[in-house]
C-alpha cells in the first residue's frame, strides 16, 4: 500500500475527527489494549496489485511523453535553423552562378559549407528516425497501460469494494488505496458501518453504497447515525 502504520493511524484518526465532529460526540477511542473492539486492516490483494501496477505505468508513460515533446521540441527547432541555413546557402550559390569570377577562396568556403550543411542534415534526418523508434515505444507503452486499466476495471466489477466491515469479528477490512482522500473515505464509511449506519441514498453522503470523495458526514449520515 506504500503506507506506514503512523501513516494509516493518522488516516484512521482523520475519519475519526470526521465523525465525531459533525456528530458532537466521542464516538471512538482508539485502544490496541482493549479487548472486542474494531479490528481495522490493510489487506493486499490482486485490486491494490494492479492499482499499484497502474500507477507505475502512468508514471514511466509521463516521464517518457514529457522527455519526446522535449526532444520533439529541439528537434524542430534545429529543423527550422538548418532550413534557414540551407535557404542561406542557396541565395550564396545563386550570387555565385551570377557572378562566377570570385576567389577560389570563395569557391573553397562555399564547398565546406555544402558539407557541412549535408553532415547536418544527415544528423536531423537520423534523429527524426529516432524519434519515431521513440514515438512507437511510447505508443506501445500507452497501449499496455490502457491494458492494465481495463484489468483493474474488470477486477474491480468482481470485487467492487474499497472495504468491508464484518459485523460477527468487528473487522473492517481496507482493500485500495488510490489517495489519502479516498482511503479516508473508505475507512470513514467502514467506521459508520460499525457504529450500525447503513447505507444512505445520498450520493454524497460518506454512507452512500459507491465510493465518493466526500469527507464531512452529510445531514442523511447524521440521521443515518441518530436512528
Do not use: C
Request: zero cysteines.
Amino acid at each position: 500500500f506504500n503506507l506506514t502504520r503512523t501513516q494509516v493511524l493518522d488516516h484512521i484518526k482523520e475519519a475519526e475527527q470526521y465523525w465525531e465532529e459533525a456528530s458532537g460526540r466521542d464516538l471512538f477511542d482508539y485502544d490496541p489494549t482493549k479487548k472486542n473492539s474494531v479490528l481495522i486492516q490493510m489487506v493486499y490483494d490482486e485490486r491494490q496489485e494492479i492499482s499499484t501496477e497502474v500507477n507505475s505505468e502512468q508514471s514511466n508513460v509521463n516521464q517518457d511523453k514529457n522527455t519526446l515533446k522535449d526532444r520533439v521540441a529541439d528537434f524542430n527547432r534545429r529543423s527550422y535553423l538548418l532550413e534557414q541555413k540551407v535557404s542561406s546557402f542557396n541565395e550564396k550559390i545563386g550570387e555565385w552562378n551570377k557572378n562566377p569570377t570570385k576567389t577560389a577562396e570563395d569557391y573553397n568556403k562555399l564547398v565546406a559549407e555544402q558539407s557541412e550543411l549535408e553532415r547536418q542534415t544527415k544528423e536531423i534526418d537520423a534523429e527524426e528516425e529516432t524519434l519515431q523508434l521513440s514515438t512507437n515505444d511510447v505508443n506501445v507503452k500507452i497501449n499496455k497501460l490502457n491494458g492494465t486499466i481495463e484489468t483493474l476495471h474488470t477486477v474491480i466489477e468482481v470485487k467492487p469494494e474499497e472495504g468491508l466491515y464484518e459485523t460477527a469479528s468487528k473487522t473492517i477490512s481496507i482493500y485500495y488505496n488510490n489517495s489519502r482522500r479516498e482511503l479516508v473515505h473508505t475507512i470513514e464509511h467502514e467506521l459508520g458501518h460499525s457504529l450500525g449506519i447503513n447505507h444512505v441514498s445520498n450520493p454524497l453522503a460518506i454512507m452512500h453504497v459507491r465510493t465518493n470523495q466526500t469527507l464531512e458526514p452529510t445531514s442523511d449520515d447524521l440521521k443515518a447515525l441518530n436512528l
